[in-house]
Every structure is written in structure tokens, then in C-alpha cells.
């Protein structure tokens, strides 16, 4: 991960109005998003996800939107979401793609029992198509809050996915707590702009961490998702596999559509299931700001295709 000033104006600017009318009508933008984003439409998450599971790979489908500030926004990402499933069901796909879901979308900072009404009504249409269901982390300050969502959730709904963030000092004694039979925890490194005071902000830092939570995470009864493009933690987690003698359908890789796809392959054709995560939807801009922030190379795309207009 990047620990820059790059980084930390990318990542603010991603909560930045002014820069988001900027980046959202800049006539390139539309180019450098297709790279991540499935399309606009449903329809495009439909078709990207048949074409990735027809290849032997995972889907999980995001619909881009956070931090909604009114309730009927939250009431329609929610609906999004139920009729996604509804037509991933129709499509025959939903034995591999399933569905991650950000609190904030469904107003977690509006109210809390909103949010988790609502996604409950998304759990419901996820057992309906015989698919599973994963809650998103944002900013540390939604740490305790999403994953009080998740505990109320799995009383119900035990086969609904957490996600850890290395980069947060709790999360090794997270990591901890979430071991457990059936559990299903996806660890990344993390995607926002956190203080030192809650978060190691030294790249080899939050690779330690990353590694000590894998070590946790392997050792446990749980099913860990191993979401990281890193060659080194690939490895690692390919290294305790091997040790623990995991069996294929005990744990899987998860990567995001549009980065490093021939790793993605090498992984699925060696016998693991990989899950790519998909985004799709018109709220494109927090999801494109934090992918260019994770990547100087990215950035440079970006900037090249400004000059140049492709
Ligand atoms: P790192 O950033 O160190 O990159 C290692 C290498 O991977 C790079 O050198 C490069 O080769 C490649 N790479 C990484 N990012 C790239 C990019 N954007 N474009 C091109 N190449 C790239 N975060 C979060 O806070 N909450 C969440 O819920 C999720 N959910 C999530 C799901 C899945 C499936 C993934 C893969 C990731 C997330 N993340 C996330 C994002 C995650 O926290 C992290 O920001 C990115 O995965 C980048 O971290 P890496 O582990 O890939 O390592």
C-alpha cells in the first residue's frame, strides 16, 4: 500500500465535492473508470460477471453508492441490490457471484437501525437466490458499528462475510474474534485515510499485520477471503495453506476487476477459487479516487489520458 502525500489528497479529495464535479466531468474519466467499473447499468453487472464466471472465476457484485445522506437514496441502493439478486438468480449465476454491501449506502450514518433493516432486506433476497452476502469496511469510525450490523445479521444469517482491514491496529484481535466455524472474513489492507492514533501507516507495518491476521485467520475454523493484489502476501497465504493443509473449498483469493487478471487465472487454474470483485453503477467516483490512490501507476494512466484524451 501507498503511504504518501499522493495518497492522503487523493484520499481526501475523494470526499471532496469540488474535486468530484472535476474528476466526474472530465471527458476522460469515463475511459479510466471502465478499467474498474463493470458499466453503469445492472445489465453490464449481469453480463461482466457471466463472462468472468464462464472463465472459472468468482464474482462478488458491487453497486457503487456511500455515505447516503437521505433515507430514500438508502431505501433504493437497497432495492438495487434485491433486484440484482433477483436477476442473478434468473441468470443461473448465483451459485458464484454474491453481493458486498456498504453500510454507508443504506445510511449507516442516518441511523443505524435503518441500515440494518435494510440490509436485511438484502440478506433475505441473497438466501431466496442461494447466495451469500458481504458487508463492506469504511472508515475506521464504522468499525464497531459494522461489525455490530454483522453480529445482529449472522444470528440470521450466519453465512454473511465481515471484512478486516490490516492496516487497523484492533483488527489482529479482530481477526481473533471472527475465527470461528463458519465465518466468513475477507482480510485487505485497507482503503482509507486513517490517523496513526488507529492505524499503522508504514507500508512494512500494515504487510506484518496483514501477515499476522492471514497466520490467524488460517489457523482458525472460519473460511478466509484473502483479498490483496500483493505478490508477497499471496505467497504467504499460499505458504499456510500448504502448512495447514487447507483444502480448496475452505478458503479462496479475492481481487478487484481490473487488476492484475492474469494473476487472478494463475490462481484459479492452480485450483483455488478466486472471487473477483465487481463494481457497477453511475457512483463511481469515492471507488475510482481510492483505486488511484492505491497506485502510483494508476495515477499516471489517469493524468496521460487527460493530456492526451483517449
Ligand atoms: P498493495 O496496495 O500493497 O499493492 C500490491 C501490488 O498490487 C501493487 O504493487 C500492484 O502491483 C498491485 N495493485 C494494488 N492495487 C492496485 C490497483 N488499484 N491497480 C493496479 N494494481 C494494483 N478496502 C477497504 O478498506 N474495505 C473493503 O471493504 C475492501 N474490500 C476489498 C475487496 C477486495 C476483493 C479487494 C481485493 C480489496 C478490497 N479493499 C477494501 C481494498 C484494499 O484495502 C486495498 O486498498 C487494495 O486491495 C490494495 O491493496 P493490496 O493488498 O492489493 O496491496
Known amino acids: 500500500m ?7 489528497v487523493l484520499l481526501h479529495a475523494s470526499r471532496r465535492g469540488s474535486v468530484r464535479f472535476a474528476v466526474e466531468h472530465a471527458p476522460i474519466s469515463r475511459g479510466v473508470v471502465k478499467r474498474f467499473v463493470a458499466g453503469d447499468g445492472v ?14 472465476l ?33 441468470a443461473g449465476l448465483s451459485s458464484h457471484v454474491e453481493v458486498s454491501v456498504k453500510l454507508s449506502a443504506v445510511g449507516q450514518s442516518l441511523d443505524r437501525a435503518l441500515a440494518t433493516d435494510l440490509v436485511r432486506r438484502i440478506c433475505v433476497a441473497a438466501a431466496d437466490a442461494d447466495t451469500t452476502v458481504t458487508l463492506d469496511m469504511e472508515d475506521h469510525t464504522t468499525t464497531d458499528s459494522t461489525l455490530e450490523t454483522l453480529r445482529d ?52 507495518d500494515v504487510d506484518d499485520s496483514y501477515q499476522r491476521c492471514l497466520a490467524v485467520l488460517m489457523a482458525g475454523e472460519g473460511y478466509p477471503m484473502v483479498a490483496t493484489h500483493d505478490p508477497a502476501m499471496i505467497k504467504e497465504a499460499e505458504r499456510l495453506i500448504a502448512a495447514g493443509n487447507r483444502q480448496p473449498d475452505s478458503y479462496e483469493f479475492q481481487m478487484l476487476y481490473g487488476v492484475r487478471p492474469d494473476e487472478q487465472r ?3 487454474s492452480e485450483g483455488a477459487c478466486v472471487r473477483v470483485y465487481v463494481p457497477y453503477g453511475s457512483d463511481w467516483y469515492g471507488y475510482l479516487m481510492r483505486r488511484l490512490a492505491e497506485r502510483p501507476a494508476n495515477m499516471r494512466f489517469f493524468l496521460r489520458s487527460l493530456v492526451t484524451r483517449k
Open 2 to 8: 501507498l503511504r504518501s502525500g499522493l495518497r492522503t
Open 43 to 56: 445489465g453490464d453487472a449481469v453480463r461482466v460477471s457471466s463472462e468472468l464466471v464462464a472463465s472459472g
Open 58 to 90: 468468482s464474482v462478488s457484485l458491487d453497486h457503487l453508492g456511500e455515505d447516503t445522506t437521505e433515507p430514500e437514496h438508502a431505501e433504493s441502493a437497497a432495492a438495487a441490490y434485491v433486484g440484482l439478486l433477483g436477476l442473478l438468480d434468473e
Open 153 to 204: 445479521l449472522r444470528a440470521d444469517f450466519p453465512w454473511v462475510g465481515a471484512v478486516v482491514q490490516s492496516y487497523l491496529r484492533r483488527t489482529e484481535a479482530d481477526c481473533r474474534d471472527l475465527a470461528v466455524a463458519g465465518s466468513r472474513v475477507r482480510l485487505c489492507k485497507g482503503a482509507y485515510d486513517e490517523p496513526d492514533s488507529v492505524a499503522f501507516t508504514r507500508t512494512e
Open 266 to 268: 494463475r490462481l484459479s
